[in-house]
């Protein structure tokens, strides 16, 4: 542990050679001699309930063409991974693309992975949400953190919606789909029965199967978009938190 945690801080310090570190998120790693800029834990790994995650560190950094990046260094993996979610609509495609290759120049010895936003997870949304009430770059480098304050306490409020508004959609799930899959059973078993006379039995009996089976693929599809849903919300949420330590932090740094 002494060993990677001070590899982290010469990660930093090499950093600090070509990018502007911004804010820093540790995972299970106590690091000295840290720049004064915000230090906070990273909230989606020390969030999940399963083990298995290498100690690690996360730097928002700003780059010569102002663009930001959060990359993610893993010494006991020997990788860097740059974090394309977290900086959407702070950075573009090409600066990004810049951003890797100086790394692989700077850090021969490391992978350089990029990992790219997952629709399946909808993080997509979860940024669509989070900018239109406050950006990264105003998180990071704002002047008027009054102002930022009051924009991250909006989107935690539209975050417990989003909570309430998949809390709905569970319920509604689990109510609904034991009864209405007993319903159309029921209903199939009868209205075949009207075509006895026209129909073999396999046909009728396959039918009745490609019934229940349309409806409760139907229903599991509504329960997983019930869970991606909340999902989501959990998401903004954890921005809101990331994005008020960033902020306790610099008022902190700026007395």
């Not at 977290?86 to 090409?94: D, W």
């Not at 078993?189 to 073999?200: H, Q």
Request: include cysteine; aromatic fraction near 8%; charge should be positive.
């Amino acid at each position: 542990m002494h060993t990677t945690a001070s590899d982290a801080r010469q990660f930093v310090d090499a950093l600090q050679g070509f990018a502007t570190v911004l804010a820093i998120k540790v995972y299970r790693l106590d690091v000295d001699g840290l720049p004064p800029v915000p230090v906070l834990p990273c909230l989606d790994h020390e969030a999940l309930l399963h083990g298995g995650i290498d100690p690690h560190i996360s730097v928002y950094v700003e780059d010569a063409s102002a663009s930001l990046h959060e990359v993610a260094y893993i010494p006991q993996a020997r990788r860097l991974e740059l974090e394309v979610a977290s900086t959407i609509g702070e950075c573009t495609k090409a600066s990004r693309e810049a951003f890797v290759q100086l790394l692989q120049q700077r850090f021969p010895d490391y992978a350089v992975r990029l990992q790219p936003p997952s629709r399946i997870r909808n993080e997509y949304r979860v940024m669509d949400a989070c900018r239109a009430q406050v950006t990264l770059r105003e998180v990071l480098t704002g002047r008027d953190l009054d102002r930022t304050k009051l924009s991250i306490d909006r989107l935690q409020t539209i975050s417990a919606l989003m909570e309430k508004q998949s809390r709905s959609a569970s319920w509604g799930a689990r109510t609904v789909m034991t009864p209405l899959i007993a319903v159309a059973g029921v209903l199939s078993y009868e209205t075949l029965n009207v075509f006895v006379g026209s129909l073999t039995a396999s046909t009728i009996l396959y039918t009745r199967y490609l019934v229940i089976t349309l409806v409760g693929g139907f229903l599991l599809y509504y329960g997983v978009k019930a869970v991606q849903l909340t999902e989501t919300a959990n998401r903004v949420w954890k921005r809101c938190a990331e994005y008020t330590l960033i902020l306790n932090e610099r008022r902190r740094l700026a007395k």
